[in-house]
């Protein structure tokens, strides 16, 4: 699977990024050794469309851990508008070579146009915690999308941080899946409205070898604050001042809305293309 270099799910990877940079390091240029300015590394993104929220915290040294341990964390999710608060289910993930990290969650529902505040902090330690308020972009009107000519049209959206095309495919052993290309680089901005021109040619000769049986369109928008990774170093950005935005802590928590669109044209009874219900 490709990542844009601004695809929204780079956020999860950044935190492995961060585990690769800095044990390939020199250990003199450890920016992290011997410093207690820092207690997490906090990565995800808080969608109000989705029905549950994931993020990932770990130790500040330990993007990713290589047996399954504990953490000493407790995660708080608050409305800054109410005052609401949850506490976060903590879960343990399995990724590739046996890597563990910990994802937290909750299905607190999220509003558009609102922020929101994350809170990791330590049990035994409450005073001080890591905090990233993270603030969610208005709504927009749900995509259109015209076939024949692979475009899509996304209305009152200030920053489009994502367009992908999601392919699902049956494999000839009877197993099944989705495979995520991003668009986001085929998109142009005017009088306010996002115009994408999906450029397939690139999917489908990497998926000549599937079997695909259904596509759908993927797109973000998202509050402020979100970074431009083109221009981003690769080198720096797993480092305290590299794209941070969580305070006593490192890494990037972004607010997004997200709208998914079947890879079809639909019409009203005018004829007029609309979006897809």
């Known amino acids: 699977m490709y990542l844009g270099k601004r695809h929204i799910w780079v956020l999860s990877g950044l935190a492995i990024l961060s585990l690769l940079i800095i044990d390939s390091c020199d250990p003199a240029f450890n920016p992290l050794a011997g410093s207690d300015k820092y207690d997490f ?73 609102r922020s929101y505040t994350l809170i990791a902090k330590q049990p035994d330690n409450p005073a001080h915690s890591d905090t990233v308020k993270v603030s969610l972009p208005k709504d927009y009107p749900t995509p259109r999308f015209y076939k ?63 079997q695909i049986t259904y596509k759908q369109i993927y797109v973000a928008a998202s509050g402020p604050g979100w970074p431009d990774f083109s221009m981003i170093d690769k080198r720096i950005e797993s480092l305290p001042n590299g794209i941070s935005n969580v305070k006593h802590g490192v890494g990037f928590v972004a607010g997004i809305i997200s709208k998914t669109i079947p890879y079809k044209t639909c019409r009203d009874a005018k004829e007029n293309v609309v979006p897809c219900p």
């Open 41 to 113: 590394s906090i990565y995800g993104y808080l969608d109000a469309t989705a029905d549950t929220q994931w993020v990932r915290v770990m130790p500040v040294r330990d993007s990713l851990f290589f047996s399954p341990r504990p953490i000493n964390a407790s995660v708080i999710l608050k409305d800054n508008q109410s005052g609401r608060r949850v506490t976060m289910h903590d879960s343990l993930f399995q990724y590739y070579q046996h890597r563990y990290a910990h994802n937290f969650w909750t299905t607190m529902k999220l509003l558009p146009d």
């Open 148 to 210: 024949k000519q692979n475009l899509v049209i996304i209305d009152s959206v200030k920053n489009l941080v994502d367009v992908s095309v999601i392919y699902h495919y049956q494999g000839v052993q009877g197993n099944s899946g989705s495979i995520i290309y991003p668009h986001i680089e085929d998109s142009s901005r005017s009088s306010g409205r996002y115009s994408v021109n999906l450029k397939l040619d690139h999917d489908l000769y990497e998926l000549r070898d599937y």
